[in-house]
């Protein structure tokens, strides 16, 4: 028998508010400590880093004294090489309340070029009311609202009856290749009832919301050949269809004049939810002056619920050694974006359909390595009207859901491997975050507010029955 949403007992707010802030100090140093620890689970960077940061954060789960085991583990990944550390924690609740696995990374992002960032990337510094350093918002402060609102949990709840689980991964920046293999090792102690993901965003930093879509994507990499050799470009020039040129006229055919796509046959889904102006839309994207955005959708139906393709990547001569030379080939990479319902087989199907149409003068087209990626949409379930509510409680202003126009594969694998699940995609970021860039930091009253809410969340969860 599933669960029902069951409003949340008014009688938390004032002594989980009272905590929460008692607590904030020391979440913040804490979170602190985890910003110095540089685990990058990219190859080129020392693995021992990774170690530590899933010891430190085992080390946190295990001061907790509410779990029946904290271990660190690893899987396999497609090549069979061992994936990063990864910590479980589980505690067995009673047999009539739900289960909640609550979902983070400690693993970060590579810091890039020193000299643009203000701060030092890996020591945590405030300024103002923002942390600055290397995974202070993706995601260790997705641990941290974890961390604190469980100890929210513990403090305020008369009984534990709420089965826990706290999965916190280290390769999500890499790619999570042993993701699968560790889910299907793992099943008995991963199931839930609920899969809390901190890993997402806000609307803004007074805005809390829900994610409850992603787009689907593929990728492609494609040779078009015209010639069997270089030529003169003087010689040959005119009636001659080099491969450059060739492949320009291809790519052309992607986007129509007004920049839709032009792709046959691709999904369109009609998003729920707030919209940017396209000024806000030219602030947040970066878009020099004058320069205008594509489509003729809204901003955030275009992100959201639109297909999108991007050249990623192309093979041709660079200028500065470059010669009067007609090239015979040139090789592309596109990104497509898909609708959160298009499979993405399908929409692989499609975009090499249209390649091979389009492609002008007869060019002969040999298709390379490709990628994919499912999309996902959210249910509509017990647990999200809890959150919202939670949510408006936490930010004293109503939550909205969002999509994101990027892809997070785990989540599907999560929603396939645990089809009764529901899932919340949660999260501290906001537009300022700045998460993978330069002068990454955390808005620290969001995250006193997402530790809050999703307490709340957790002591009415500790209340349900089935």
């Known amino acids: 028998m599933a669960f029902t949403f069951t409003p949340l007992n008014q009688s938390w707010i004032e002594p989980a508010s009272e905590f929460v802030n008692s607590q904030f100090p020391e979440a913040v140093a804490t979170l602190g400590k985890l910003v110095k620890i540089p685990g990058i689970a990219w190859e080129s960077f020392d693995s021992n880093s990774l170690d530590r940061s899933a010891a430190a954060v085992a080390a946190e789960l295990e001061a907790l004294q509410m779990f029946d085991t904290v271990e660190i583990r690893r899987s396999a990944k497609p090549d069979g090489e061992l994936g990063a550390p990864a910590i479980v924690a589980r505690r067995a609740g009673a047999s009539d309340a739900p289960h909640v696995l609550l979902y983070a990374h400690h693993d970060v992002q590579p810091p890039g070029a020193r000299e643009l960032w203000k701060t030092e990337p890996f020591e945590a510094t405030l300024i103002g009311d923002r942390l600055f350093g290397r995974g202070a918002s993706d995601d260790k402060s997705g641990i941290i609202t974890h961390l604190y609102s469980l100890k929210t949990l513990k403090k305020l709840a008369s009984s534990l009856r709420l089965g826990i689980t706290v999965f916190i991964e280290g390769e999500e920046e890499a790619g999570s290749e042993s993701f699968p293999n560790f889910l299907r090792e793992n099943q008995a102690d991963l199931a839930a009832d609920l899969i809390i993901v901190a890993d997402s965003g806000n609307w803004s930093e007074d805005v809390p919301a829900l994610t409850t879509s992603l787009r689907a994507m593929v990728s492609q990499t494609f040779t078009i050949r015209t010639l069997d050799h270089a030529v003169h470009s003087g010689m040959y020039g005119g009636p001659l269809p080099d491969a450059t040129g060739a492949m320009i006229k291809l790519l052309a055919t992607l986007t129509d004049e007004q920049g839709n796509v032009a792709i046959a046959g691709l999904d369109s889904i009609p998003v729920d939810g707030p919209d940017l102006s396209d000024a806000e839309f030219g ?24 297909p999108a393709v991007t050249v990623i990547g192309m093979d041709i001569p660079q200028v500065d050694v470059s010669s009067n030379t007609a090239q015979p080939e040139s090789r592309a990479r596109i990104s497509l974006r898909l609708a959160p319902s298009q499979d993405p087989d399908t929409g692989l199907e499609l975009l090499r359909q249209h390649i091979s149409a389009y492609a002008p003068e007869g060019a002969v087209v040999e298709f390379g390595r490709s990628e994919k990626g499912p999309g996902y949409l959210a249910k509509n379930g017990w647990a999200a009207p809890m959150a919202h509510e939670a949510f408006g409680i936490a930010w004293q202003n109503p939550s909205v859901n969002i999509g994101i126009g990027g892809s997070i594969p785990f989540i599907s694998e999560f929603a396939e491997q645990f089809p009764n699940a529901e899932i919340l995609v949660t999260g501290v970021e906001e537009p300022d975050s700045r998460a993978h860039s330069p002068n990454e930091s955390q808005h620290l009253p969001t995250l006193r507010r997402a530790i809050l809410a999703q307490a709340l969340m957790l002591l009415n969860g500790n209340e349900m029955t089935r």
């Not at 994207?285 to 955005?293: C, D, F, I, Q, S």
């Open 283 to 306: 602030v947040a994207a970066g878009l020099l002056p004058g320069v205008k955005r594509l489509g003729t959708k809204s901003a955030t139906q275009q992100i959201w619920g639109e």
